[in-house]
């Protein structure tokens, strides 16, 4: 913790599926004033996301699911996302790798640690670990995967890499992850 912020006090605001706490920070300024802060912040752990690549013939997988925060914001019901889940107990590529079978029926080769990232870290805490994974497909698109007690209804979507930064472009992929590992990607194969 910095030596310019004190936690004066912290409550619980709700502990549903994840927990919200509200916080009053002392926080000193750059001027050495001291200002008293309110914040929340909401808890639910960290995670993990992948890129699945199948190099040889330009193709990604991402999977398309329910996201209800995305729903009440205005945003589609359903969004295409890169593999993700939380670590729980897990290191991350042990997540990642459970998370490729789970949520896209594929197991994964190598892995290469890509970036680690904090989404909103104005309000959340959830960390997420990015990797890019090798997988030989063609992916398996004809069933519906996921956990059903987490309400997961997943949709496998196996799509040319190219497609996919198109999709960035019209506004069709829209999470924050899932643009930040293709725009990785697109990088690192220019080099």
């Given at each position: 913790?910095?030596?310019?912020?004190?936690?004066?006090?912290?409550?619980?605001?709700?502990?549903?599926?994840?927990?919200?706490?509200?916080?009053?920070?002392?926080?000193?300024?750059?001027?050495?004033?001291?200002?008293?802060?309110?914040?929340?912040?909401?808890?639910?752990?960290?995670?993990?996301?992948?890129?699945?690549?199948?190099?040889?013939?330009?193709?990604?997988?991402?999977?398309?699911?329910?996201?209800?925060?995305?729903?009440?914001?205005?945003?589609?019901?359903?969004?295409?996302?890169?593999?993700?889940?939380?670590?729980?107990?897990?290191?991350?590529?042990?997540?990642?790798r459970r998370e490729a079978v789970e949520e896209a029926g594929i197991t994964l080769g190598?892995?290469?640690?890509?970036?680690?990232?904090?989404?909103?870290?104005?309000?959340?805490?959830?960390?997420?670990?990015?990797?890019?994974?090798?997988?030989?497909?063609?992916?398996?698109?004809?069933?519906?995967?996921?956990?059903?007690?987490?309400?997961?209804?997943?949709?496998?979507?196996?799509?040319?890499?190219?497609?996919?930064?198109?999709?960035?472009?019209?506004?069709?992929?829209?999470?924050?992850?899932?643009?930040?590992?293709?725009?990785?990607?697109?990088?690192?194969?220019?080099?």
């Amino acid at each position: 913790m910095s030596a310019r912020i004190k936690i004066v006090s912290e409550q619980v605001v709700s502990d549903f599926w994840g927990t919200t706490t509200g916080y009053e920070v002392d926080f000193t300024r750059s001027d050495g004033t001291v200002q008293r802060l309110s914040r929340e912040a909401y808890h639910h752990g960290h995670a993990a996301a992948v890129l699945p690549f199948d190099e040889a013939r330009g193709m990604v997988v991402l999977v398309r699911q329910f996201r209800f925060a995305a729903h009440i914001a205005g945003g589609p019901d359903m969004l295409l996302e890169a593999v993700a889940g939380l670590l729980d107990d897990d290191d991350p590529e042990t997540c990642i790798r459970r998370e490729a079978v789970e949520e896209a029926g594929i197991t994964l080769g190598a892995v290469t640690p890509a970036f680690t990232v904090f989404v909103s870290p104005g309000s959340i805490t959830e960390k997420i670990h990015c990797f890019v994974g090798s997988y030989q497909g063609p992916a398996d698109t004809s069933t519906r995967l996921g956990l059903a007690h987490e309400g997961e209804d997943i949709e496998v979507v196996e799509i040319a890499f190219d497609e996919a930064m198109a999709m960035i472009a019209r506004g069709e992929i829209i999470d924050a992850k899932t643009i930040a590992l293709l725009q990785h990607l697109a990088l690192s194969r220019r080099t």
